[in-house]
């Protein structure tokens, strides 16, 4: 019979048991009758023979293998019972546990979706994605994005991987309605195939529309379609104009949140052949393809690495110009979430310090609890019970504590997702993957486990084993040095680890104020900024578009309350730079030995819109036109670091990417922080040069167009100036739009927006654990001073006065604080030094921070004490002696 | 009456699955049997016969029918199944080993004092 069935079909085993002893016992009596023995006196022999029946069936159940289930089912009753009865005691553990174990578990559910779970393709597993890499680097890495000849010659030599590519290509959309801008992808025709993305009306790409000369089509999401169309359900076909180029729409799928850039539409990067600028057919260049792949059947990534390693190298010999040193590099396909990591792991750290505390502070009082049953323990340890049954139970109370925590915790992780998601500064990445399943389920169940055995450990193993008539006797109330000690240990341990998170939430504190004290290079205030897009029919041609881009800024000008307005190409501390090589003459280092600048192009009233400080010469006006001379401006890091002095006007700088010849500084700026107050110290490149977008080179100027923005200076609130602004720079076609409009001011802001966020919880979390651990200590110290009362009876009997009394009370408490101030100060030092490898801003811990920290917990561990000890010396000598 | 021995640990097992196997029998039948065999120098206390049979039933070295006894009473009747005979057979052999091993021992402690 297996284990089951006999789990099942106990009651019948336990009937044929009884049968089968009887009979036993029977058939003995009948033949000690036999014998000629008095048939009572039979009866009783047979029955001795066996033994008692009790202890018998006890043997044979113990056989069954089904006995430690028996025994679960009983503890988790008793105790169930037991938590039922004393309803204050298990609501302050439930809680406790339950925000614990909740806040745990919310971190791991936001961890385990944005960090952990596979994308959401078929087959995540066998996706990888191509980069171009080359043996020497450079400011910018030697990461590179693809060459489309290299990426065709890929495809066409490997027999391991299907290869699709695509880059992202926002754009403006017009026809019916107002014109909007939406992010976009340009595809291979099997792209969408390949990561499974099924297309709910109408067709996905097929290899004839990106032939030469084939209608331009587009699949489109559903928003969009329901946002232009009027309904989601209106018919495929109808041609939407998109970058001015009319497209069919073949298809309408909800696809935003599983591609990258979560696009609104998509396109066909088409056929290299019909690319006007040629672009996709020159080797030099790396417009921005990315290339994405998939392993075929049987193939592994060392296969297809090996097979791309050759074709690197024949490209290599064969276009040395632009392929020497130039390698492809295949690496498995990770979902791409930035640097979030570091924040959620420190989240995840800091809650789980929070329940390290809860657990010290559940265990001391299951511990006092412990102490009180000890004679209980002692009693049935008395007659007969193991003492690993009786441990067996004290564990089972304390996991079905911990069990009962998690399960609410859960409910509270559930319940806190959402607005821990629209809590984060910015988007998280993955948001819609972030949900409850079975893992998360797992972690807390397993995490409720390990918290009731940190809790439950330390009372379950004073269960008595030996001496148990001193214990009876003591009738539970001297207490023993071992109990004391231990709930020192946990007071210890709570205050330590209260002290790691308020020294973190402090760091953070000091950062945060040292950083929004910093000069960030501009004036933040009454500024707008907003990405914009001109005509594209005025892209056509450098002249058109650069005609538009005046037209635009002419047009805000008009509107009242606008002070300045300029356009530029890369925003301070918006996400987004330029960066290019220069030098001081004319002839070059080696490509890996040039510095690199950030590189701003703008429109001359750009100094003044951002209330830049120049520190000699001019910023550039209207005479700085395309033919006249090129002249740049850099700030004064650039000029310190290639020419060693502050005042450099009249000086050349070469800047190879932008032209050949040598370009003029006309002037110095102050340094503008455009990595954000908080990471700009860090940055690789710092140094900045700005040019006129005028003399912008005219094969740059389709490109550059795509990307500017204009910032507006404005004398009134400047979020009251967007509709006329939107209005006024609409222009005679009317399909000239703003879009991501935003302030300088909250820029700044979400530049330290990580740094407020982690202080915020960092500092929630502290305040908690600062409650939880003076909490514990009160405790400790009421059920240590309640327990010695008659102790404190006799003190004061002989004479000892209150003052006495209460200094022996705030000593005891002052031992416990102490051992965790220096426990807690070491692992603080620990911690910090992580928080600033992870969070930008974040210094060393100085003493003041410190200082702060120990008063603080110093002053709450005093107030926790204060009540303890005068009702210590409010006792009353006689009642306590009598007590006894 | 010669002084009774307390079974050495395991034999018991060993001794039942011998019992058993020369043909389905109840338990209070398998006590009586151990006794007269062995002329009553093993005393199988009663107490622990029973939980004995019932793991080595759970352990699958025994079975177990309800059929009438002689006497037309219902009773459990154990018999050994294949993985017990298996059992018999080595406990048997690796029991015979260690007492002809013990006895050497014995012989040569004995032959050592004279």
Redesign the interface.
């Given at each position: 019979?297996t284990w089951l069935r006999?789990l099942l079909n106990r009651d019948r085993l336990e009937v044929?048991?009884d049968?089968?002893?009887q009979?036993?016992v029977?058939?003995?009596e009948a033949e000690l009758v036999a014998r000629g023995v008095d048939p009572v006196e039979a009866r009783r022999q047979a029955r001795l023979?066996?033994?008692?029946p009790e202890?018998?069936k006890e043997?044979?159940r113990?056989?069954?293998?089904t006995r430690w289930l028996d025994d679960l089912t009983q503890d988790v009753r008793y105790a169930v019972r037991m938590f039922v009865g004393r309803p204050g005691f298990t609501a302050v553990a439930v809680a406790t546990l339950a925000l614990g174990i909740g806040a745990t578990t919310l971190m791991f559910t936001v961890i385990e979706g944005v960090l952990l779970k596979p994308l959401a393709y078929p087959d995540p597993g066998r996706l990888v994605t191509l980069i171009e890499q080359t043996d020497w680097s450079n400011n910018f890495g030697n990461r590179w994005s693809f060459a489309y000849p290299n990426y065709q010659d890929c495809v066409r030599t490997t027999r391991s991987l299907t290869l699709d590519a695509w880059r992202f290509n926002g754009g403006t959309v017009t026809g019916s309605g107002d014109p909007e801008y939406v992010n976009g992808l340009q595809v291979d025709p099997g792209f969408l195939g390949m990561l499974g993305i099924a297309i709910d009306r109408g067709r996905t790409f097929l290899d004839e529309d990106s032939r030469a000369g084939a209608l331009p089509v587009a699949i489109v999401s559903a928003d969009l379609w329901a946002r232009r169309q009027g309904s989601r359900e209106a018919p495929l076909g109808s041609p939407l104009v998109f970058d001015s180029t009319p497209y069919t729409v073949i298809g309408v799928t909800s696809m935003n949140a599983r591609l990258p850039g979560r696009p609104d539409i998509v396109t066909l990067l088409g056929n290299p052949e019909s690319d006007p600028r040629g672009l996709l057919r020159n080797r030099n260049v790396h417009p921005g393809v990315q290339v994405w792949g998939r392993l075929r059947p049987g193939a592994t990534v060392e296969q297809a690495q090996a097979e791309l390693t050759l074709v690197g190298r024949r490209l290599a010999e064969q276009y040395p110009d632009s392929n020497r040193g130039r390698t492809f590099i295949a690496s498995p396909l990770r979902p791409n979430v930035g640097d979030v990591g570091a924040t959620l792991w420190l989240l995840l750290a800091a809650v789980a310090l929070v329940l390290l505390i809860a657990c010290a502070n559940i265990g001391s009082l299951v511990l006092a609890r412990a102490v009180s049953r000890e004679r209980e323990l002692a009693m049935r340890a008395a007659l007969g019970a193991g003492r690993g049954r009786l441990m067996r139970q004290c564990l089972t109370e304390t996991a079905v504590l911990g069990l009962a925590g998690g399960l609410s915790g859960v409910g509270l992780a559930k319940v806190g997702v959402a607005p821990f998601i629209a809590f984060w500064p910015g988007t998280l990445p993955r948001a819609d993957d972030i949900v409850i399943d079975w893992r998360v389920l797992v972690f807390a169940v397993v995490a409720s486990l390990t918290s009731s055995l940190i809790f439950g450990l330390a009372p379950a193993l004073r269960v008595p084993a030996r001496h148990l008539d001193r214990v009876l006797h003591a009738a539970g109330r001297a207490i023993r040095g071992g109990s004391r000690r231990l709930h020192s240990v946990f007071v210890a341990a709570e205050i330590a680890l209260a002290i790691v998170l308020l020294v973190c939430a402090g760091a953070l504190g000091r950062a945060l104020l040292r950083l929004t004290a910093l000069d960030a290079g501009f004036i933040v205030h009454n500024v707008l900024v907003a990405r914009t897009a001109v005509s594209p029919t005025a892209l056509a041609d450098p002249s058109r578009t650069r005609a538009a881009w005046d037209g635009v800024l002419a047009a805000a000008r008009t509107v009242p309350g606008v002070e300045a307005v300029a356009a530029v190409d890369t925003v301070p501390m918006r996400a987004g730079y330029n960066q290019n090589v220069y030098w001081t003459s004319a002839s070059l280092p080696p490509i890996a030995e040039r510095p690199g600048a950030i590189m701003t192009s703008v429109t001359p009233e750009y100094a003044r819109v951002m209330g830049l400080r120049i520190r000699f010469g001019r910023f550039f006006d209207d005479h700085d036109r395309a033919g006249s001379e090129p002249v740049i401006i850099v700030d004064d890091i650039l000029a310190q670091t290639a020419f060693g002095r502050p005042d450099v006007v009249g000086r050349q700088l070469w800047l190879p990417d932008l032209g050949p010849g040598s370009f003029r500084i006309v002037g110095v700026v102050g340094h503008v922080r455009h990595w954000g107050l908080a990471s700009d110290d860090q940055a690789a490149v710092r140094a900045q040069i700005y040019y006129p977008f005028a003399q912008l080179p005219d094969p740059l100027v389709r490109r550059w167009s795509q990307l500017m923005s204009i910032v507006v200076r404005t004398g009134v609130p400047p979020g009251t100036l967007v509709e006329s602004l939107r209005h006024a720079i609409r222009g005679s076609t009317s399909d000239q739009v703003m879009y991501q409009v935003q302030t300088l001011e909250d820029l700044a802001a979400a530049s330290l927006a990580r740094q407020r966020f982690l202080l915020l919880l960092f500092g929630a979390f502290a305040a908690l654990a600062l409650l939880l651990a003076s909490l514990g200590l009160y405790g400790v110290l009421a059920y240590l001073m309640s327990e010695r009362t008659p102790e404190i009876g006799v003190r004061l009997a002989l004479g000892a006065r209150a003052a006495d009394v209460t200094r022996m009370v705030l000593g005891e408490s002052a031992g416990m604080v102490l051992v965790g101030l220096c426990v807690g100060v070491a692992g603080a030092m620990a911690a910090s030094r992580a928080l600033q490898q992870f969070v930008d801003g974040v210094h060393g811990v100085d003493l003041p921070t410190y200082a702060v920290v120990m008063a603080v917990l110093s002053a709450s561990a005093l107030a926790a004490s204060i009540v303890p000890a005068r009702r210590a010396c409010r006792v009353d000598a006689m009642t306590a002696l009598r007590q006894d | 009456m010669p002084p009774k021995s307390d079974l050495p640990q395991g034999t018991l097992d060993l001794l039942i699955l011998k019992v058993v196997a020369l043909g389905p029998v109840h338990g209070y039948a398998i006590a009586q049997r151990l006794q007269q065999v062995s002329r009553d120098v093993v005393q199988v206390p009663q107490g622990s016969l029973y939980p004995a049979l019932h793991r080595l039933e759970n352990r699958g070295l025994l079975a177990a029918d309800w059929k009438p006894t002689d006497t037309g009473r219902d009773a459990k009747f154990y018999r050994l199944t294949r993985g017990g005979r298996a059992a018999l057979e080595s406990e048997t052999a690796s029991w015979r080993r260690l007492a002809e091993a013990v006895g050497l021992i014995l012989r040569l402690s004995a032959g050592g004092a004279e």
């Open positions: 019979m006999r044929q048991l049968r089968e002893l009979f036993h029977q058939q003995q023979a066996l033994g008692g202890q018998v043997g044979c113990d056989a069954r293998g | -």
